[in-house]
Each structure stands twice: as structure tokens, then as C-alpha cells.
């Protein structure tokens, strides 16, 4: 059983920017870690991913140029730095280990273990 917990969600203004942490309780070094939000009415979606050792990054269309996703195995924590956030930004922020090991790309589904969240609201 792994833990995970996010934390640095707030309340920003339009263009400002947050880093987003998710620390687990246990080793993830060999998993694909990834971001995924979701907004009051809608479905959960993909936000970023990257691949265990951080060599394959994958980002929404909606976030890309503006996110960067990033690990520290050492600390087995992964990091999503958003800038520029907009209103529609505004939804609570999961991170979720893979299920699979090593896995050479960034999947979108079949992730194992989830947090509980962080709010992140953006004000216009």
C-alpha cells in the first residue's frame, strides 16, 4: 500500500503561478507518476505525467508550455510547477502512481494508487 499526499494548492490570480508536491510513503522510483484534475461537473483528466527515471514527459494540450512535471526519487516526491494559470485552471489536483513498472511511456489510464487531492482555484 502506498501513500500519496499533495500538497501547495491555493488561491491564485489569473498568471500567477503554484507548485503542486506529492510525496509517497513508500519507494516510487520505478513507477510512471502522474497529475490529473478534476472541476466541479466534469470528468477527471489527464494533467502531466512522467515516465520513473523522468525521461519521457507528457502534458494535457490545455497545460502545455505552461506545466512542467518533475521528480525526485531520492525524496520519492514528484512536482508539478504550473504558471500562467487561468480560471479554468480551477479544479482539485490528484497525483497517482502506475501500476506498472518501468513502463517506457506515460500512460493516461491504469494508474494504482491516488491522493486525496489539493484545491487549486484561480481567480480572474
Known amino acids: 500500500q502506498v501513500q500519496l499526499l499533495e500538497s501547495g494548492g491555493g488561491l491564485v490570480q489569473a498568471g500567477g503561478s503554484l507548485r503542486l508536491s506529492c510525496a509517497a510513503s513508500?519507494?516510487?522510483?520505478?513507477?510512471?507518476m502522474g497529475w490529473f484534475r478534476q472541476a466541479p461537473g466534469k470528468e477527471r483528466e489527464f494533467v502531466a505525467g512522467l515516465t520513473w527515471n523522468g525521461s519521457i514527459r507528457d502534458y494535457a494540450d490545455s497545460v502545455k508550455g505552461r506545466c512542467t512535471v518533475s521528480r525526485d526519487n531520492a525524496k520519492n516526491t514528484v512536482y508539478l510547477q504550473m504558471n500562467s494559470l487561468k480560471p479554468e485552471d480551477t479544479a482539485i489536483y490528484y497525483c497517482?502512481?502506475?501500476?506498472?513498472?518501468?513502463?517506457?511511456?506515460?500512460?493516461?489510464?491504469?494508474?494504482?494508487?491516488w491522493g486525496q487531492g489539493t484545491q487549486v482555484t484561480v481567480s480572474s
Open positions: 513508500r519507494r516510487t522510483s520505478i513507477y510512471a
Open positions: 497517482a502512481r502506475a501500476a506498472g513498472h518501468y513502463t517506457p511511456f506515460v500512460p493516461k489510464d491504469g494508474y494504482e494508487y
